[in-house]
């Protein structure tokens, strides 16, 4: 579950939101946060990754541009 977003990030300009749960990760289940967490580490700024998300019930898919 995303707990907060940082104004002006890569993620408010795509309309992620708190309380958004992640579920797929570049097309790979997120197993947990440390799981995602791994992964981001191994990401480089602009790189592009696409996140599946639930907002109330709905799923939903974005791609975003990874920033500073």
Same mark, same amino acid.
């Given at each position: 579950i995303i707990e907060g977003i940082a104004? $002006?990030?890569? %993620?408010?300009? @795509?309309? #992620? $939101? %708190? =309380? /958004? @749960? #992640? #579920?797929?990760?570049? =097309?790979?289940?997120?197993? /947990? *946060? *440390?799981? #995602?967490i791994e992964r981001l580490s191994l990401l480089r700024r602009a790189d592009r990754v696409r996140l599946e998300f639930q907002r109330d019930s709905v799923k939903k898919e974005v791609e975003i541009e990874l920033g500073d």
């Open positions: 104004p $002006q990030s890569p %993620a408010e300009a @795509v309309g #992620l $939101q %708190a =309380g /958004d @749960v #992640l #579920l797929k990760f570049n =097309g790979e289940s997120i197993a /947990d *946060r *440390r799981w #995602l």
